[in-house]
């Protein structure tokens, strides 16, 4: 069975939300330790390219990105944000919102989606390298989580169409 994507909409956010706060619970995807409500992720991410993944007839995953700058020059770079519901891993999920988000960012003309991953995150940083990621360099004890400092890997996917 294949993951069905299709655009993240208000009403998917409470099963997203979940499927977020769950990867937040690990301690081991984001700095981040308390899901968003509507209003803030909405307010947050570009509206053009927040997917949801349909497996099995439920929302598995989604995806979404904001933009990393205001300035101009950077206009065509974002960094996204991908969590995948444990029960639904392994399956294909975060490669096929991978695949979304990338024709999606590709048609709007954004030439870079970069992403910030825990070193100790392999399954992510196994996913996007797959997705055509590169790792750019670890960017040393660069934020707290728990008390503890963490390293983090920054990747970027370059388009090679834009
Ligand atoms: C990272 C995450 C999104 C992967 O989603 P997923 O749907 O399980 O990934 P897929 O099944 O699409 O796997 C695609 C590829 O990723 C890699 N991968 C995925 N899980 C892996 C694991 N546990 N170990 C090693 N590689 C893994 C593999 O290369 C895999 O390709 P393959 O199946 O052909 O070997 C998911 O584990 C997750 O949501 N984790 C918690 C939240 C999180 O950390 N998000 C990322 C924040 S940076």
Redesign the pocket.
């Known amino acids: 069975m294949e ?1 069905q994507i299709r655009p993240l909409e208000a009403v998917d956010w409470p099963a997203a939300r979940r ?2 706060q ?3 619970d ?1 301690g ?3 700095f981040e330790t308390v899901a968003p409500d509507w209003s803030a992720f909405d307010g947050s991410r570009l509206p053009s390219h927040r997917f949801v ?1 349909m497996f099995d007839g439920r929302i ?2 989604w995806v979404a990105v904001s933009a990393v700058s205001a300035r101009p020059v950077y206009a065509g770079v974002v960094e996204h ?6 029960a ?11 695949r979304a988000l990338i024709t999606s960012t590709e048609r709007s003309g954004i030439w870079t989606i970069q ?4 070193p100790t ?11 055509g990621f590169r790792v750019v360099g670890t960017r040393e004890r660069l934020g707290r989580r728990d008390g503890e400092w963490r390293d983090v890997v920054l990747l970027e996917r370059r388009s090679q169409v834009i």
Do not use: P
């Not at 944000?81 to 444990?86: M, N």
């Not at 992403?115 to 825990?118: E, G």
């Open positions: 993951a499927i977020y769950e990867g937040l690990s081991e995807a984001s993944a598995a995953g944000s991908v969590y995948v519901d444990a639904a891993r392994g399956r294909g999920v975060g490669a096929a919102l991978l992403s910030a991953i825990f995150n392999v399954a992510s940083l196994r996913l996007h390298e797959a997705a």
